[in-house]
């Protein structure tokens, strides 16, 4: 039996431990923290999953898959993670990203529709928009559960026969003669195969240093909403929001009480590492996204109830890092998910196992290769 150890069980090493237990490997899964923190990328009550990806019809394929895994992994863990509530990206026909949508959902053959201006203001009221702006909705987009996602695959994970390590950072981390020797809280651990997934925190693992990942910070904001139900899943999709002002994704009301907001406008500073991360926002960045709310969002008060920071890896391109590890042999990272990792990651999960079981996967990554950037 192959013995892999799982560096980091953020989101994308928690579906790969749970994927690599379901092949029948015996896992060590390692981390910092608990299942769920909220100190790096795979927290904040909500994630966007959407199929029209403005990022390139490419990722379709993975999406789709990525889909039919989030549905076995609720079946698996008796959990609710995924609900399609669809998608609205909006803006001017001529914004980069609703161009981008429009043109992933045509050649990927996807269901879309798209609302003109009177349309859009009569469907979906929840969002100001401007003479001439248009809504594409994508019926496959919905929202995911990001904490009990992390917990239902490790969970899954340990009854497949996992060992879920919380609370064991990894200090050291040396290749052998025929393995990895992993070294947590002052014991040694030798695998065959060692797959490291530790999101923002990557360049603080010696064989990781040279990689091109930076730590930035991703503030949320949530705005209570004056009218609830008109602001629940069941009535308002997910959405990716440009406008001249103001960029965000924004996602439906999860608590009964607040919609919430990331800005994209704002950029995402860089954080000295990720055990930087401020535990709130600055005060400029919280009245910028309080103009953008009481500029877009008419049906809430623009003023947040509730803030979250998070950490996570950029990469220069801002598409993720996964493959084997250049220079060294049993060793896959999986790292610099770049804000838009989550919806996919049991995808990457399932690719992650493949890496360390077969030593190539049947899915087209060849595009995520370290080795597109000079180490
Ligand atoms: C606010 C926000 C909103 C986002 N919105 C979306 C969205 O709507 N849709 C979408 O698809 N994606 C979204 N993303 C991106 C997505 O959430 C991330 O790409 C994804 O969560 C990355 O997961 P990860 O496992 O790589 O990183 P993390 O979740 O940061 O996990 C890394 C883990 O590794 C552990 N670790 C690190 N070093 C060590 C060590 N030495 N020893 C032990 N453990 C270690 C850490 O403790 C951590 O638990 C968003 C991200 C943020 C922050």
Request: some cysteine.
């Amino acid at each position: 039996m192959t013995r892999v150890a799982v560096i980091g069980t953020g989101v994308i090493g928690a579906m790969t431990t749970w994927r690599l237990a379901l092949r029948g490997a015996e896992v060590l899964a390692f981390d910092a923290y608990g299942p769920g923190h909220d100190r790096g990328a795979s927290a904040g009550e909500s994630r966007i999953f959407r199929t029209a990806y403005k990022e390139g019809a490419a990722y379709v394929p993975l999406l789709q898959r990525a889909e039919a895994l989030w549905r076995d992994l609720e079946r698996d863990a008796g959990a609710d993670l995924l609900t399609l509530c669809g998608g609205l990206t909006i803006g001017a026909p001529d914004n980069p990203d609703v161009a981008a949508v429009r043109r992933c959902a045509e050649e990927a053959g996807l269901d879309h529709e798209v609302l003109d201006t009177a349309q859009a203001r009569k469907r979906f009221p929840q969002h100001r928009i401007d003479d001439g702006e248009i809504m594409v909705l994508d019926p496959a987009a919905g929202v995911l559960r990001p904490e009990p996602s992390v917990q239902a695959a490790l969970r899954s994970a340990e009854e497949a026969g996992a060992r879920v390590l919380p609370y064991h950072p990894v200090t050291d981390a040396v290749e052998t003669a025929d393995g990895w020797r992993i070294t947590s809280n002052g014991t040694a651990f030798d695998v065959d195969h060692v797959i490291f997934a530790p999101g923002p925190w990557a360049r603080q693992l010696a064989p990781l240093r040279s990689l091109p990942v930076e730590a930035r910070l991703i503030t949320a904001y949530w705005f209570a909403a004056r009218d609830v139900a008109a602001h629940t899943p069941d009535a308002l999709p997910i959405a990716i929001r440009r406008h001249p002002e103001a960029g965000f994704s924004c996602f439906p009301a999860l608590d009964g009480a607040a919609i919430k907001i990331v800005p994209h406008h704002l950029g995402w500073p860089d954080l000295n590492g990720p055990d930087a991360l401020p535990r709130s926002s600055a005060p400029e960045h919280a009245r910028a996204a309080s103009a953008a709310a009481a500029r877009l969002l008419p049906g809430v008060t623009p003023h947040p109830i509730r803030v979250g920071t998070f950490a996570e890896g950029f990469t220069p391109d801002e598409h993720a890092l996964l493959g084997p590890l250049p220079g060294h042999r049993r060793a896959t990272v999986m790292t610099g998910f770049s804000g838009h990792g989550f919806k996919l990651a049991p995808a990457f999960g399932e690719i992650g196992a493949d890496l360390a079981l077969d030593g190539g996967t049947a899915h087209d990554v060849a595009a995520l290769s370290p080795t597109r950037f000079p180490l």
